[in-house]
């Protein structure tokens, strides 16, 4: 059974930094591009971040970027996602996602269409 599980959600102060992880089950991560998405109430979902199965090469929004850092651990099948310097506008519920599309098709994918996609993780983010 394919399978992403996200932990490592939590309650931080503006300012402050947590570590999400995407673990996966029934497939290799290295194989697939693994990326999360975000989704605070009421607004779109927004891509937040990607890195590539065949090369690791790695995308953010600019939203993102220069605080938010992607990577994966082939042995441990999880893909990470390390944010410093949060915000409040960082509050949402953080979702996993895996497809072996490349990078560009991966952030247009609806939720349906993705290979795999996790249950999601709140982060909040205090002012």
């Known amino acids: 059974q394919v399978q992403l599980v996200e932990s490592g959600g939590g309650l931080v102060q503006s300012g402050g930094s947590l570590r999400l992880s995407c673990a996966a089950s029934?497939?290799?991560?290295?194989?697939?591009?693994v990326g999360w998405f975000r989704q605070a109430p009421g607004k779109e979902r927004e891509a937040v971040s990607c890195?590539?199965?065949?090369?690791?090469?790695?995308y953010n929004a600019d939203s993102v970027k220069d605080r938010f850092t992607i990577s994966r651990d082939n042995a441990k099948n999880t893909v990470y996602l390390q944010m410093n310097s949060l915000k409040p506008e960082d509050t949402a519920v953080y979702y996993c996602a895996a497809d072996r599309s490349d990078w560009h098709q991966f952030f247009l994918l609806d939720e349906n269409e993705f290979a795999a996609w996790g249950q999601g993780t709140q982060v909040t983010v205090s002012s």
């Open positions: 029934g497939f290799p991560l290295d194989d697939y591009t």
């Open positions: 890195i590539t199965g065949s090369t690791g090469s790695t």
